[in-house]
């Protein structure tokens, strides 16, 4: 039985003039932009098969991945707890900023689905501490009282005078649908918000088991501003988000930007593996881990264990023709609130999570018409799932609750699918059942008993069956293994009990093909940074010119900067400061490496290299040897210096958002212009 609340939503969705407006406009660019973006990656569909492989390779050993990936943290320094539910996790929270404070605290919180799954934002409140939202689209949400109307664009249900309107009421600024002027005031307001923080809490896209990697991926900076600013660092993550190895971070970061915003790579991609080292400048000095359950174990154990796979890119709900016309918010359980994950995902993985009674009637939003399972850049099944939800049988290995078997499915239905299920399942009995069949139908069929047919049913005057084959598929053919249809090779896994196609070529071709500097160029710059090829004789003068050109008067600088000459900006007057700090117009910095593929800066943290000159400044300007330049993600990440460094950040581009109205705004958070001087490429 659909329930009445949802029933009214989806009424109240249809008829919402300015939420179909805003869902169409996402809808088509997310779904153009995502093609766009794959047209690049000429073996996607190979990385897809990889991708959906290792996932399967992780759900199917998680507890060896999730002890491997435990140790590693634990031995890098991080805190890591595990949390069998959501009451515990909230527990932990507690606990953990408990121990030293007694006052209300200030959480800064970067975008996290697994902090909205616990509800940790009431808990908190309820606690008395002051939470608030970085994301801008998690801000403009929160100040409305509403949660995420989508998984990546919390507040696609919005128009931008809805968001002008509220801006003026909540944070009393004129009247404006002026994107800049809307994104400045949420920069200004949130930047003393980060600064002044006593928590910094955030998600995990990824955890990488061989080097206790905590991968986040933002396009604004909160992320970073979350994880490298306030003193205490908490990060969210359920349980099933690990990958075994960089390389496999390096495949699941080339499908999950282009995926769900059609960006090759999303502008910050974090690489967190400690606290603050000892002579470092910035980072958060305590970091902490909660690995969340909460009912990931019993769905690893079900038949909906595909679910797991899930990188939450957020493609199917931009695909969904029934997700288009709702949004997230029609999405409620039976007791009439809003589930965590809406969409064709969200309708198994929230009754999959938080119950089939509570949420089991989502699996009906779904026309089944297979477009979310062609957009899922792992390959889910999706279609399938939802079946299986729809059918109330999730849970076979774990006791049912009442109503949790067929739910929604009459007594013939469930008889009937119950016979086909026993039919299907033996050999012998699926044989004879074709043969049986194939009399039946033959019968039944208008060309040999038509005369019998319509007292039936009327619908041999009609329609015919396909005729049913002389001989069987199997009487013909035997029962042979198909060949597999994609370009693989196949390596044993840890327990040699699995295989894994690899992929042929990692290195994307265009990248072999064309000059690294002219691509990394060309790259950079279709997403908003500017290039200078310099000598080396020629930087610090290039350098002075550009800084007095912007009026630029005082910078943060990290220490040795290959063939930077200090004491001359000094003596052209520039004032140079060690320390990150957030008043100064402009950071300078070199890189550990850059990436031609996606124009990339590779930027460690380390002594003399606070993070900071890279987030905090308006202008972030680096300087990096043409020699530096790597064909590729995969490439950068097999780096030392990249699994030794406390963290990292993958830059592409300056801070960006499109979270209002799906319209490019640039500079939310972090630098608003990026300059790259690249030397030696003559
Ligand atoms: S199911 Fe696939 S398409 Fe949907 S959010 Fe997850 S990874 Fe993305």
């Given at each position: 039985m659909t329930p009445t609340r949802f029933k009214k939503r989806i009424h109240e969705s249809i008829s919402n003039e300015a939420l179909q407006i805003a869902l169409d406009n996402n809808a088509q660019r997310r779904v153009q932009g995502r093609i766009t973006a794959f047209?690049?990656?000429?073996n996607w569909p190979a990385r897809r098969q990889r991708a959906h492989a290792v996932r399967a390779e992780v759900i199917g050993h998680l507890d060896q991945y999730l002890a491997q990936f435990i140790r590693k943290v634990e031995q890098n320094g991080i805190i890591v707890h595990r949390a069998q539910d959501a009451a515990e996790a909230i527990k932990i929270v507690l606990d953990t900023v408990g121990v030293r404070h007694d006052v209300p605290l200030l959480f800064a919180k970067s975008k996290s689905m697994v902090s909205e799954e616990i509800e940790l934002n009431h808990a908190l409140e309820a606690a008395g501490h002051r939470v608030v939202e970085t994301d801008l689209g998690e801000y403009i949400v929160q100040l409305r009282g509403e949660k995420p109307?989508?998984?990546?664009?919390?507040?696609?249900?919005?128009r931008r005078h809805q968001v002008g309107e509220l801006f003026h009421e909540?944070?009393?600024?004129?009247?404006?649908?002026d994107l800049s002027t809307l994104t400045d005031t949420a920069r200004k307001i949130l930047r003393e918000v980060f600064l002044t923080a006593d928590v910094g809490v955030s998600g995990v896209n990824f955890g990488v088991a061989e080097t206790g990697t905590l991968c986040i991926v933002t396009n604004e900076g909160n992320g970073r501003m979350v994880t490298t600013l306030p003193p205490l660092h908490i990060a969210l993550m359920g349980?099933?988000?690990?990958?075994?190895t960089l390389d496999d971070l390096a495949l699941m970061l080339s499908l999950l930007p282009r995926s769900a915003?059609?960006?090759?790579?999303?502008v910050y991609t974090q690489l967190i593996h400690s606290p603050r080292r000892a002579?470092?400048?910035?980072?958060?000095?305590e970091r902490h881990l909660i690995i969340l359950d909460n009912g990931r174990s019993r769905l690893q154990h079900s038949?909906?264990?595909?679910?797991?796979?899930?990188?939450?890119?957020?493609a199917c709900l931009n695909a969904c023709p029934v997700f288009r016309e709702l949004?997230?918010?029609?999405?409620?359980?039976?007791?009439g609130s809003i589930a965590p994950y809406p969409g064709p995902i969200g309708s198994i993985v929230s009754p999959g999570l938080l119950g089939l009674e509570q949420?089991?009637?989502?699996?009906?939003?779904?026309?089944?018409?297979?477009a979310c399972k062609d957009a899922c850049p792992v390959d889910i099944d999706l279609p399938k799932l939802l079946t299986r939800v729809r059918a109330g049988n999730?849970?076979?290995n774990v006791g049912r609750g009442k109503g949790?078997?067929?739910?929604?499915?009459?007594f013939m239905s469930r008889v009937g699918l119950r016979t086909f299920g026993l039919i299907a399942s033996s050999p012998r009995l699926f044989t004879l059942s074709q043969k049986l069949a194939s009399i039946g139908t033959s019968l039944v069929s208008p060309f040999s008993?038509?005369?019998?047919m319509p007292s039936f049913t009327g619908w041999g005057y009609s329609k015919d069956f396909p005729r049913f084959a002389t001989r069987t598929f199997r009487d013909r053919f035997g029962v042979q293994s198909l060949p597999t249809s994609h370009p693989t090779q196949t390596v044993r896994d840890q327990s040699g009990a699995q295989s894994i196609p690899t992929l042929?070529?990692?290195?994307?071709p265009s990248a072999i093909a064309k000059d690294l500097i002219e691509q990394f160029t060309e790259e950079l710059t279709a997403v908003g940074g500017n290039i200078y090829q310099v000598k080396g004789t020629e930087l610090t003068s290039r350098l002075i010119a550009f800084l007095k050109e912007y009026h630029i008067e005082a910078a943060m600088l990290w220490d040795s900067?290959?063939?930077?000459?200090e004491s001359a900006l000094t003596e052209a007057g520039l004032s140079l400061e060690r320390r990150p700090d957030p008043s100064l117009k402009a950071g300078l910095t070199s890189a550990l490496s850059a990436i031609a593929d996606t124009g990339t800066l590779v930027i460690p943290s380390g002594q003399g290299r606070p993070l900071g000159a890279s987030l905090l400044a308006e202008f972030h300007i680096a300087i990096i040897r043409?020699?530096?330049?790597?064909?590729?993600l995969e490439e950068a990440l097999r780096n030392n210096e990249v699994r030794n460094a406390s963290a990292l950040a993958l830059v592409t581009g300056p801070s960006r958002t499109?979270?209002?109205?799906?319209t490019l705004t640039i500079g939310v958070h972090g630098p608003k212009e990026l300059h790259v001087f690249i030397v030696g490429a003559d």
């Open positions: 047209a690049s990656l000429p109307a989508h998984i990546i664009t919390p507040a696609v249900h919005l909540k944070l009393g600024i004129p009247y404006t649908e349980m099933e988000r690990i990958l075994p915003t059609g960006q090759k790579l999303s002579g470092e400048m910035d980072g958060a000095p038949i909906l264990q595909e679910t797991l796979y899930c990188i939450r890119c957020g949004s997230g918010h029609a999405y409620v359980g039976a007791d949420f089991g009637h989502l699996a009906q939003a779904s026309s089944l018409c297979g999730a849970y076979p949790e078997d067929g739910i929604g499915l009459s008993g038509w005369f019998w042929q070529t990692e290195t994307p900067i290959p063939d930077l000459n043409a020699s530096q330049i790597v064909p590729s499109a979270d209002i109205e799906m």
